[in-house]
């Protein structure tokens, strides 16, 4: 599975950035995808995730109301709208696809491919 991320950019507090996350290859084989986000500094952290069947999805309390995650299995595409955006959300996100169930969703080793991740960067 290969991933693609793309969308990030520069914008003001307040303001809104859709990513996107294109899947190709074996995209039957995965079973959730998800985004991830590094600070610089920081640790890897969950943003939200889906399972590609579109059963089930998650999204961290730290965005839950600003930040909507989709997908369409279609277009082998994940999205991630972004609402209400604050300077703590810059940094690098990531889409990840996870091929095997585990309980949870936040941990990077559930998953085992990774987009090259696209800079979001808010400014005060």
């Known amino acids: 599975v290969q991933l693609q991320a793309s969308g990030g950019g520069l914008v003001q507090a307040g303001g809104s950035l859709r990513l996107d996350c294109i899947a190709s290859?074996?995209?039957?084989?995965?079973?959730?995808i998800s985004w991830f986000r590094q600070a610089p500094g920081k640790e890897r952290e969950f943003v939200a995730g889906?399972?590609?069947?579109?059963?089930?999805?998650y999204v961290d309390d730290s965005v839950k109301g600003r930040f909507t995650i989709s997908g369409d299995i279609a277009k082998n595409t994940l999205y991630l709208r972004m609402n209400n955006l604050k300077p703590e959300d810059t940094a690098v996100y990531f889409c990840?696809?996870?091929?095997?169930?585990?309980?949870?969703?936040?941990?990077?080793?559930?998953?085992?491919?990774w987009g090259q991740g696209t800079q979001v960067t808010v400014s005060s």
């Open positions: 990840a696809a996870g091929t095997t169930w585990s309980p949870g969703w936040a941990t990077p080793s559930q998953y085992d491919y």
């Open positions: 290859g074996r995209t039957f084989s995965m079973f959730r």
């Open positions: 889906i399972t590609w069947s579109g059963g089930s999805l």
